[in-house]
């Protein structure tokens, strides 16, 4: 989120910007740790769909690009490299604009007296709230290198298993597209001038070429206002999943579909299970660990869930009873491994365990679906295919009967 700013510095000067920040209190906290005194702090006017566009494809940072900065952060941490010449190395060593800026900015929130978190936090377009959760628990504990050191680990598996998936889409996607093309051509300009024939010589048309044959003579006048009704509804969409309502709709949505569900469901109990046990290693009690993994979630449905959880085990529940009310979002293998943590007194090891074994199970499920998804779209559109054309020729076929 942006917010527009009107402050006074301390030599008494007017100061007039933008702030970037997830919330309005820390937009607060990075003007006030700046020497600023603030006069007036408003949301900024929400992006226009053709800003969120271009940010998309050209103001983005490429996700190996983040890999490899989260990598090197990791390393250069893991042997003590002091925090502002990690920095400066990595922003030495970056091709990328987009980051070498968020890294000068970072180093200067640092050196104004914001932890590594808050300085994080001001890049939003780049660290996610999983990544800035991570590290603000890691601040808590004093882990901060252990936790950059999974976050690399973490977004390495992400990273690989994206690319796996796309390269196996890249071949039927093609074909779907150039399917959807032709069907298009077929229908809005091929089968508009044939139809008269069949009409002329009486041949009693099927239900499907019919339907194509009526289909075809709207898109032959009106193929101009559907494609851009098309693209009205596509960009109104894509607006309405960036509200608070569209996110909402969107998580229950990859809980919801079974295929989407089998990736998203081991990914998430992986975040959730590895935030819990670095929390609880660094000695945070467990009602305010639930309450920090549901702050920072990225999901607004488990953001919620995780509050109520929160809720549910400072009366007094145990925390495997919390989360069993909530079956469709927490497997039930996850409840009864809490509930042997729990009765062992090892809560922490057990959540370690768990983030491992769900981490497996997510690269086991996207592994399955790759291998059965692309047989699966080829058989589909050959299939079409087959009908789009039987609606066709079997016309012509009739047609061809009558005359002799």
Avoid: C
Wanted: charge should be neutral.
């Amino acid at each position: 989120m942006k917010f527009k700013y009107q402050a006074k510095t301390l030599e008494g000067e007017n100061q007039v910007g933008v702030v970037e920040s997830p919330n309005r209190q820390t937009a607060e906290t990075i003007l006030t740790s700046h020497n600023l005194f603030i006069l007036s702090l408003e949301e900024a006017n929400r992006a226009r769909w053709y800003e969120k566009i271009s940010d998309y494809f050209f103001n983005r940072l490429k996700s190996k690009e983040l890999v490899v900065f989260t990598r090197q952060f990791a390393m250069l941490l893991e042997v003590r490299v002091p925090l502002g010449t990690s920095l400066k190395t990595m922003q030495e060593q970056t091709n990328s604009p987009i980051l070498k800026e968020a890294i000068l900015q970072i180093s200067e929130d640092i050196d104004s007296g914001l932890p590594l978190s808050g300085a994080l936090e001001r890049q939003p377009g780049i660290f996610s709230g999983f990544f800035l959760s991570m590290i603000r628990s890691a601040e808590v504990t004093g882990n901060v290198e252990n936790a950059m050191s999974f976050l690399a680990d973490y977004l390495e598996r992400e990273y690989y298993l994206y690319q796996k998936a796309r390269s196996a889409l890249i071949y039927p996607s093609i074909v779907v597209i150039l399917f959807l093309v032709v069907s298009f051509i077929l229908v809005a300009f091929v089968i508009p001038q044939i139809s008269p024939i069949f009409s002329e010589a009486g041949v009693k048309l099927p239900l499907f070429t019919t339907i194509l044959v009526t289909t075809g003579a709207f898109l032959g006048q009106w193929w101009p206002v559907f494609l851009f009704g098309v693209f009205v509804i596509v960009i109104m969409a894509i607006d309405y999943f960036q509200t608070a309502e569209g996110k909402a709709l969107k998580d229950e949505m990859k809980i919801s579909l079974p295929i989407i569900k089998k990736i998203y469901l081991p990914l998430t109990i992986t975040r959730i299970a590895n935030s819990a046990s670095m929390l609880l290693k660094g000695g945070v009690p467990m009602v305010q660990a639930l309450e920090i993994i549901g702050e920072t979630s990225d999901s607004v449905v488990y953001r919620e869930i995780m509050h109520q959880i929160a809720d549910a085990v400072r009366q007094g529940q145990p925390l495997s009873a919390a989360t069993a009310k909530y079956q469709g979002y927490f497997p039930l293998m996850f409840t009864q491994m809490l509930g042997v943590g729990e009765a062992a007194g090892q809560l922490e090891q057990t959540f370690t365990r768990i983030s491992a074994f769900y981490g497996r199970e997510a690269d086991s499920a996207v592994n399955n679906i790759v291998d059965l998804i692309q047989p699966i779209l080829i058989v589909g559109i050959g299939i079409l295919v087959g009908i789009l054309f039987a609606s066709v020729l079997l016309p012509i076929y009739q047609l061809t009967g009558s005359i002799r």
